[in-house]
């Protein structure tokens, strides 16, 4: 089995293709690592294929801040220059440079 290598880094902000939704990259799963349930839930015709990487996102939209799974086809690189304003970011990063964040470990 050949895997794809993630085109998205940890810490990266990234912008979804269709929804009106962006943020930044906490995790990366080489293939589909959810739930069948979530899956599922997925309109047929609108199902990415599991073998490509998925994302988890520290996501925002206009009304609110969550937590996305994303697959890398429905992502696409967020070159506003704008942070993401999700209030998780400073647990996880530190500055915001470029477009992307410096991974920031904090051990308790």
Do not use: C
Request: proline share 7%.
């Amino acid at each position: 089995m050949i895997r794809q290598r993630a085109k998205y880094n940890i810490g990266q902000v990234v912008r979804h293709r269709k929804h009106p939704f962006r943020g930044v990259v906490f995790d990366v799963d080489p293939e589909f690592n959810n739930t069948d349930e979530w899956y599922d839930a997925i309109p047929e015709d609108s199902r990415p294929a599991k073998t490509q990487p998925f994302y988890h996102l520290l996501a925002e939209n206009e009304q609110s801040f969550y937590v996305a799974y994303v697959s890398e086809q429905n992502l696409i690189a967020d070159y506003s220059g704008e942070p993401v304003e999700h209030p998780d970011v400073p647990d996880l990063f530190g500055a915001f440079e470029d477009g992307s964040y410096e991974l920031q470990f904090q051990f308790n």
